[in-house]
């Protein structure tokens, strides 16, 4: 028996988020809006987007001892993620530095502060944590010796999801671990290094599984995500939204195809799902704010014509059994995923 659907291990930031008409060149200035501060960090933001959607979930990061440490803290307590993982102290609280324009698309630059001190011993002191979440899910914005020690402490029958962003080459004892590994074109491409991936979502997804994960999904903004294992290769489509605010929307789809994988659906359903939770994410301003509930999710799914809960489009949002809006989809517009 678990007690946690999902475990996130990864970053906690504060995000200083400002609007821009357009972001700027090399050694240009230019004016934005009132800066914002809001909880974010991929791990903090997966965290809140799972248990919004009614996953048990649980964060293991670090955070400084300071007033961005203690916004992420009470966002996750909000959300109702168990902090019970998060440590406090060893160096400030990250920061991301974001600038969204009128597109909504964004750009960011962080700064990893506390994240950077969460270390290898840190995990092996949780082992009892690993063991008791049924998924687990981490990123690049923490040393990448913590992320392999998360594998090395998983559980007997656990599943291990990974989102390397920032990308970088992994080793292979990570990749086989990876059941999904979440990739967009550009990660896919660091990941795969100097190797010819071709030049369609397919080639990179079958170069990638080459390299030892047991799935790939590679996420693909307006046209869904393509979802790839050994028994083949589908395309998952959108939901057409208009975008506000892209920030968080792959840490969105990444909690929502985590958990619902857990639950017992397909790559695919649980796909499905993650794409309607990353259409409903970009709808609304900043990350962690714009994350939806079950119940929002479903009702973006009616809302769009064509898209109903008997629509065929959806039937793989929902493993067998499933209520509508209990289960998960992928992001419109935005790109981000």
Wanted: proline letters at 7%.
């Amino acid at each position: 028996m678990y007690d946690y659907d999902l475990l996130v291990v990864g970053s906690a930031n504060a995000d200083l988020v400002i609007g821009v008409e357009r972001r700027p060149a090399a050694g240009e200035t230019v004016l934005g809006s009132d800066l914002a501060v809001h909880p974010g960090g991929k791990g903090a933001n997966q965290a809140v987007a799972a248990a919004r959607l009614g996953a048990r979930t649980a964060l293991l990061a670090r955070v400084g001892d300071d007033a961005h440490g203690r916004l992420l803290l009470d966002s996750q307590r909000a959300a109702g993620v168990d902090p019970v993982g998060v440590l406090v102290g060893g160096a400030p609280t990250g920061v991301a530095l974001i600038t969204v324009d009128p597109s909504g698309d964004n750009s960011i630059v962080v700064s990893p502060g506390a994240n950077g001190r969460l270390a290898p011993e840190d995990v092996r002191a949780a082992a009892g944590l690993l063991r008791a979440s049924r998924v687990v899910s981490t990123q690049l914005e923490i040393p990448l010796e913590t992320v392999v020690e998360a594998v090395r402490n998983l559980a007997p029958g656990s599943r291990f999801v990974l989102n390397p962003s920032p990308p970088r080459p992994l080793p292979e004892e990570l990749l086989r671990a990876c059941d999904p590994l979440i990739v967009n074109e550009h990660e896919a491409k660091v990941i795969l290094g100097g190797e010819e991936a071709g030049d369609t979502p397919e080639d990179w997804a079958r170069a990638l599984l080459a390299h030892g994960p047991r799935s790939v999904v590679v996420t693909l903004g307006a046209e869904g995500a393509l979802v790839a294992s050994a028994e083949g290769t589908a395309r998952v489509p959108s939901v057409k939204v208009e975008a506000v605010d892209t920030t968080g929307a792959g840490d969105a789809f990444t909690a929502a195809l985590a958990w619902r994988l857990g639950a017992g659906a397909s790559l695919a359903q649980a796909a499905a799902y993650a794409a309607r939770v990353g259409a409903a994410a970009v709808t609304k301003r900043g990350a962690q704010e714009s994350y939806p509930t079950a119940e929002e999710v479903d009702a973006l799914c009616c809302a769009d014509p064509g898209a109903t809960a008997s629509d065929g489009r959806f039937a793989a949002g929902r493993a067998p059994g499933q209520e509508p809006g209990s289960a998960p989809d992928a992001s419109g517009r935005g790109g981000s995923l």
